[in-house]
Structures are given as structure tokens and as C-alpha cells.
């Protein structure tokens, strides 16, 4: 099982390979949408991190995937200039996985 990088840009690819991550940089919403068809249709890819950046390009087919499909775990991970919303991400989880508002 591996894990697998979905990157807005290079220094966290640079980063994670250096752990022993593959991944791709990826700038735009049809190549993005393409290489994660790729990946879930890997079956050994357990788990795919994505940047922020590229969860907000496609974020509803984000949650839907966290939403309804087991594997690969899906996780978000801030980019090299964080961001501010992993908990209001967290929360949108929570609602639309078991209809609880923590807000």
C-alpha cells in the first residue's frame, strides 16, 4: 500500500518525496480531476493527501469521495503557506457525514 501527493506546487512535492512520497504538481481542475480517477482506480494506493489549493478546486467531489467511499483515505493537508480553514473543513465533514453541526 502506498501513499500518493496531489500538489499545487513543487516545495511540498520537494518535501514529501524526501520522505518517501511519490506525487505530481498539478495547476489545473481537468488534470487534477484525471490523475485522482488514476489513483482511485489504483488499487494500492491506500491513502492520497491533497493540498488545500487543490481541494478548493474541486471540493465537492472531495467530501463526496470522504463521504462514501473507504479507500484510499483522502486527507487534506495545508500547503506551504497553511491555511486557515482545516477546522471549518472538519466541520463541513462532521455535518455531512452524520448530520451534526459543531459549529
Known amino acids: 500500500m502506498r501513499m500518493y501527493l ?3 506546487n ?3 512535492l520537494t518535501g514529501m518525496r524526501m520522505s518517501g512520497v511519490d506525487g505530481v504538481v498539478l495547476h489545473e481542475e481537468q488534470e487534477l480531476r484525471d490523475k ?3 489513483l482511485l482506480d489504483d488499487e494500492d494506493i491506500a491513502v492520497i493527501m491533497i493540498t488545500s489549493t487543490l481541494v478548493n478546486m ?3 467531489t472531495i467530501y463526496d469521495l470522504k463521504l462514501r467511499r473507504s479507500k484510499p483515505l483522502i486527507i487534506e ?3 506551504r503557506h ?3 480553514r482545516t477546522k471549518d ?7 455531512d457525514a452524520i448530520g451534526v453541526d459543531m459549529s
Open 89 to 95: 473543513s472538519i466541520t463541513k465533514y462532521v455535518k
Open 6 to 8: 496531489l500538489s499545487d
Open 77 to 79: 493537508i495545508p500547503d
Open 36 to 38: 485522482l480517477k488514476t
Open 82 to 84: 497553511g491555511n486557515g
Open 58 to 60: 474541486i471540493s465537492e
Open 10 to 12: 513543487v516545495d511540498t
